[in-house]
């Protein structure tokens, strides 16, 4: 009877260990945790390269990017020609200068729906968000499917997703604005060349699922001119599959907001993937706009940090009942005999 009672207990016990451990499995989570990026400095760029990435900066007129590697500089203590890049600074970057290009880049971008610097990619997002750049470009890729030329299939279908974002933005009072910035940020990757060839694979398929491309070459057949364009663009998106590619494109306007809309784009060709492209924005918050340098300088293997154990709560109790229920089966496994009292 002992012994029948005393197995009984142990598989309750061995199943209360076996559930256990399934929990606290599931509080086991990892936390990334960002490259450190002084060790990186210190141990792989001089002196003699930051001053080179200083001066080049300066005398191409990138005074932006100058006062990037001169930050990094001061912030991890080299002993350069500060004194001379900010009077070199004064000197050249003034803001006659500073407001005659942005204003020129800025038309040139909302116009042409390219840019290099921060003024014409502004330009062309800003047309983005009027639908007018989106139309534009959706517009032409299709002219070029009617005269059987090359069709970048990805800025057509990232020009109908934005279609359909800016008429969800403008009915949901902006809630689906970073998502509309995030896709524009990454059509205009993919028109300036930024964009990896295995992250645009990546990005066609979250963007097929959304906007399909054949159904709106079959739709606009029927019909002529920009409104037929619109018309077709609003049929062949799909509201109910985007949740992916907001996702991503959530990441991309935080990378935004942590850098700038030029740094953004530049910084795309890092990315090769979705998850590279989460390693980016948990950098870039970290960094801002310090985070293009370090990039430059570095390489990818900025976005490469290691991996802590993420405590939690939940993770603690199920220690806690995986020890109890551990110590029972062990317990009930190998009981402790009892010593028979010495007769006489």
Not at 104 to 109: A, D, L
Not at 163 to 173: P, Q, S
């Given at each position: 009877?002992?012994?029948?009672?005393?197995?009984?207990?142990?598989?309750?016990?061995?199943?209360?260990?076996?559930?256990?451990?399934?929990?606290?499995?599931?509080?086991?989570?990892?936390?990334?945790?960002?490259?450190?990026?002084?060790?990186?400095?210190?141990?792989?760029?001089s002196a003699?390269?930051?001053?080179?990435?200083?001066?080049?900066?300066?005398?191409?007129?990138?005074?932006?990017?100058?006062?990037?590697?001169?930050?990094?500089?001061?912030?991890?203590?080299?002993?350069?020609?500060?004194?001379?890049?900010?009077?070199?600074?004064?000197?050249?970057?003034?803001?006659?200068?500073?407001?005659?290009?942005?204003?020129?880049?800025?038309?040139?971008?909302?116009?042409?729906?390219?840019?290099?610097?921060?003024?014409?990619?502004?330009?062309?997002?800003?047309?983005?968000?009027?639908?007018?750049?989106?139309?534009?470009?959706?517009?032409?890729?299709?002219?070029?499917?009617?005269?059987?030329?090359?069709?970048?299939?990805?800025?057509?279908?990232?020009?109908?997703?934005?279609?359909?974002?800016?008429?969800?933005?403008?009915?949901?009072?902006?809630?689906?604005?970073?998502?509309?910035?995030?896709?524009?940020?990454?059509?205009?990757?993919?028109?300036?060349?930024?964009?990896?060839?295995?992250?645009?694979?990546?990005?066609?398929?979250?963007?097929?699922?959304?906007?399909?491309?054949?159904?709106?070459?079959?739709?606009?057949?029927k019909g002529k001119g920009?409104?037929?364009?619109?018309?077709?663009?609003?049929?062949?998106?799909?509201?109910?599959?985007?949740?992916?590619?907001?996702?991503?494109?959530?990441?991309?306007?935080?990378?935004?907001?942590?850098?700038?809309?030029?740094?953004?784009?530049?910084?795309?060709?890092?990315?090769?993937?979705?998850?590279?492209?989460?390693?980016?924005?948990?950098?870039?918050?970290?960094?801002?706009?310090?985070?293009?340098?370090?990039?430059?300088?570095?390489?990818?293997?900025?976005?490469?940090?290691?991996?802590?154990?993420?405590?939690?709560?939940?993770?603690?109790?199920?220690?806690?009942?995986?020890?109890?229920?551990?110590?029972?089966?062990?317990?009930?496994?190998?009981?402790?005999?009892?010593?028979?009292?010495?007769?006489?």
């Amino acid at each position: 009877m002992g012994s029948s009672l005393r197995l009984i207990f142990l598989i309750i016990s061995l199943s209360a260990f076996a559930v256990s451990l399934k929990q606290l499995a599931g509080h086991w989570e990892y936390e990334e945790a960002p490259a450190d990026t002084h060790q990186l400095m210190t141990s792989h760029i001089s002196a003699q390269v930051l001053h080179k990435n200083i001066t080049t900066a300066i005398n191409n007129g990138h005074f932006d990017d100058a006062r990037m590697y001169i930050s990094i500089g001061k912030q991890h203590g080299y002993g350069l020609y500060y004194e001379q890049y900010q009077q070199q600074l004064r000197e050249q970057d003034t803001n006659g200068r500073r407001i005659k290009d942005n204003v020129g880049n800025f038309v040139g971008g909302f116009v042409s729906g390219k840019g290099s610097s921060g003024a014409g990619v502004a330009g062309a997002i800003a047309a983005d968000f009027t639908v007018v750049g989106d139309v534009r470009d959706l517009h032409t890729e299709y002219t070029h499917y009617q005269k059987k030329e090359p069709v970048d299939e990805l800025v057509a279908t990232l020009s109908g997703v934005g279609i359909g974002l800016t008429a969800l933005a403008i009915g949901t009072a902006g809630s689906a604005a970073p998502a509309k910035a995030g896709v524009s940020l990454v059509k205009m990757a993919k028109k300036t060349r930024q964009l990896t060839p295995p992250f645009q694979k990546q990005l066609l398929r979250m963007a097929g699922n959304v906007f399909d491309w054949n159904g709106f070459l079959k739709a606009t057949q029927k019909g002529k001119g920009m409104k037929s364009v619109v018309r077709s663009a609003k049929k062949a998106y799909h509201p109910k599959a985007v949740r992916p590619l907001e996702k991503m494109a959530g990441q991309v306007s935080k990378i935004h907001k942590s850098s700038s809309v030029a740094d953004t784009l530049h910084m795309m060709k890092y990315v090769e993937s979705t998850k590279d492209l989460r390693h980016l924005a948990k950098v870039t918050a970290k960094h801002g706009k310090n985070t293009k340098g370090y990039l430059a300088l570095l390489g990818k293997g900025v976005l490469r940090g290691g991996k802590i154990i993420k405590k939690t709560v939940g993770f603690f109790i199920g220690l806690l009942s995986t020890l109890v229920s551990f110590l029972f089966s062990v317990l009930f496994l190998f009981p402790t005999k009892k010593k028979k009292s010495a007769t006489n």
